[in-house]
């Protein structure tokens, strides 16, 4: 079984500090791992994601992401948050061997900027 | 491209109540998927479907049915509501090789009384 958790409920960093949002995972076989952003009243939007490859992947709106194997994370970075980074972020997986084709969501962080 | 759409936006059902609420995508995807959000609890899968004429159970499929009318649409039905089934559903699409990321629609917010 697949499993992805983010230890963090909530992450409240200063406008202009680094931002960083947790995740780690369990998953048969290589992961494929996603990071997606939700705005209130909206759906999910797509950020970044690592499939194979570099370890350090980048995505949408200054977002990066490290893959590391051996600890079974995948943390979400942003060297300078800014107010409008605020939002609820979620932390996938896709299996490649069993559950073939299924998400795990991880329960979300809010992250919170203050200016 | 209107990439994934969903009607309704909002519903309130009563109890024994029936709905389908729909979803269709335009970026010819094989996989669609539905999902129900609730605080604290992430998104959480009801059923799947990898490709036209397949589905599949997910985490939390009673109470739920769900029909691959074509590659496009991917409907939803609750039979007969209950208050647990107050929640936001989310349906989404992907393709099932290269990029496979998800792509989300809007969001139908069900209340059930």
């Known amino acids: 079984a697949q499993s992805v958790a983010q230890p963090e409920d909530q992450v409240n960093v200063a406008e202009g500090n680094p931002l960083t949002v947790k995740c780690t995972y369990s998953?048969?076989?290589?992961?494929?791992l996603f990071w997606y952003v939700q705005y209130p009243n909206r759906g999910l939007q797509f950020l970044l994601k690592?499939?194979?490859?570099?370890?350090l992947v980048k995505g949408s709106y200054g977002f990066e992401a490290e893959f590391n194997k051996s600890q079974t994370s995948f943390h979400l970075k942003k060297p300078s948050a800014l107010v409008s980074d605020s939002a609820l972020y979620f932390c996938?997986?896709?299996?490649?061997?069993?559950?073939?084709?299924?998400?795990?969501f991880g329960a979300g962080t809010q992250v919170v900027v203050t200016p | 491209n209107a990439g994934v759409t969903q009607t309704p936006k909002f519903q309130v059902l009563k109890t024994g109540q029936s709905m389908t609420l729909q979803c269709a995508q335009d970026?010819?995807?094989?996989?669609m998927y539905w999902y129900r959000q609730d605080p604290g609890m992430g998104l959480r899968l009801i059923y799947y479907?990898?490709?036209?004429?397949?589905?599949d159970k997910g985490e939390v499929p009673n109470g739920y049915n769900v029909s691959r009318l074509n590659k496009r649409e991917f409907s939803l039905r609750l039979e007969s509501a209950a208050p647990s089934q107050t929640s936001v559903y989310f349906c989404?699409?992907?393709?099932?090789?290269?990029?496979?990321?998800?792509?989300f629609g809007p969001g139908t917010r069900l209340t059930v009384t």
């Open positions: 989404a699409s992907s393709e099932n090789r290269g990029s496979y990321e998800q792509y």
């Open positions: 998953v048969s076989g290589n992961p494929y």
């Open positions: 690592y499939i194979t490859g570099d370890n």
């Open positions: 996938a997986v896709r299996g490649t061997t069993d559950s073939w084709g299924k998400f795990q």
């Open positions: 970026m010819n995807h094989n996989s």
């Open positions: 479907s990898a490709s036209e004429g397949t589905t």
